[in-house]
């Protein structure tokens, strides 16, 4: 009975966190939406099935005055359109920028930071493809991807200033790809992708000017959240056989927020943003005999990286010897 009476008291405190959470980001939402009615409306860059605009879309009419200088460059032109945009290029206005951070400090208000401490894998993957790239302007300096991969092998025990987006796994572990396994201060997590900032954009004026505190991240408001239509409510409740949903089931199906391990569904958080972090390990994945990104892992042996190495599998992280696994290599040759 005991038992019974403090699980229940967990769920009541859960249920009260989750709907103050939620009650506070739709007063930041009805504010990003203000904001950005003054912009005009957000163009929609979707293609119907022939590979053509629905409609033609109208960028959005951006103060010039309220944008960093080098987003009044003229290749900034296509990233000022659009909001999500405007967060992966670092070309945001100020209250674009302090309604985020809002939101940033409403998530550490709520958040449960020992669970993701205890029961989340933080995965970074550095070969995530990314849909913002570095601009064509042979006046912006912007460091290459190679160098920046390979940074990481020389960091050793040194923190990394910038934010880092990474997978969340509470099972398993990436079927592609290679990258960092991180230990940090949780600032975000959704099981939706964020549309944050992309680290590869931000060039030498950019760097500049975030030195001191590294590059930020922040999360799209509404990429974390969809109010449900009436119809698509039926719809859940017929295939789910319910009469009705809880408060706190309305609030998952709307919010894609992780404050806990209540909010997660399956086994991984789709993106989790991590500051002040440190490389607790590399890891890669096998496939064929062969690892991913041998000659990044082969430039980790000269550079005497400490590792530790895994390979990542679908049930976790196992530990992987790289220099026998070259050693053996080269002895089959």
């Known amino acids: 009975m005991k038992l019974i009476l403090e699980n229940w008291r967990k769920y009541l405190i ?9 009650d506070e980001f739709e007063v930041l939402l009805q504010q990003w939406n203000d904001l ?13 099935p022939e590979g053509e ?12 005055e309220e944008i960093p200088d080098w987003a009044k460059r003229q290749s900034y032109e296509f990233p000022l359109s659009h909001p999500n945009s405007r967060r992966a290029y670092y070309a945001q206005t100020k209250d674009e920028i302090e309604i985020e951070k809002e939101l940033l400090r409403l998530f550490q208000k709520y958040a449960d930071q020992s669970f993701f401490q205890n029961e989340v894998e933080l995965v970074h993957n550095l070969n995530y493809p990314a849909d913002a790239h570095p601009l064509f302007d042979d006046a912006l300096e912007f460091p290459s991807a190679k160098q920046t991969r ?15 987006s990474c997978h969340g796994f509470i099972k398993g572990g ?24 992309t680290l590869r954009t931000a060039h030498s004026q950019v760097r500049q000017q975030y030195a001191a505190s590294g590059l930020p991240k922040r999360a799209g408001l509404t990429r974390v959240h ?31 927020v992780v404050l806990d391990g209540g909010d997660v569904k399956g086994d991984k958080i789709e993106e989790v943003l991590v500051a002040n972090s440190e490389i607790v390990g590399f890891w890669t994945i096998m496939s064929g005999g062969s690892i991913m990104a041998e000659d990044y892992f082969r430039k980790a042996l000269e550079k005497e990286t400490k590792g530790p190495f895994f390979l990542s599998t679908s049930s976790g992280f196992r530990p992987f010897d790289i220099q026998k696994y070259f050693e053996t290599r080269k002895g089959k040759k």
């Open 150 to 164: 390979e940074s990481y092998l020389d960091m050793g025990d040194e923190k990394i200033k910038d934010v880092m």
């Open 14 to 22: 859960k249920e009260a966190r989750d709907q103050g959470f939620i």
């Open 226 to 256: 969809d109010e449900p239509s009436p119809r698509k409510l039926r719809v859940m409740k017929k295939l789910q056989k319910k009469e009705e949903f809880t408060p706190e089931e309305l609030n998952n199906i709307k919010n894609s």
């Open 36 to 48: 950005q009615a003054t912009y005009g409306d957000i163009p929609d860059y979707s293609l119907s």
């Open 53 to 64: 605009y629905w409609d033609e879309p109208v960028p959005q009419d951006i103060p010039s």
């Open 174 to 197: 990436p079927g592609s790809g290679y990258g960092l396994i991180l230990k940090g201060h949780v600032v975000f997590a959704s099981r939706a992708d964020l549309a944050s900032q």
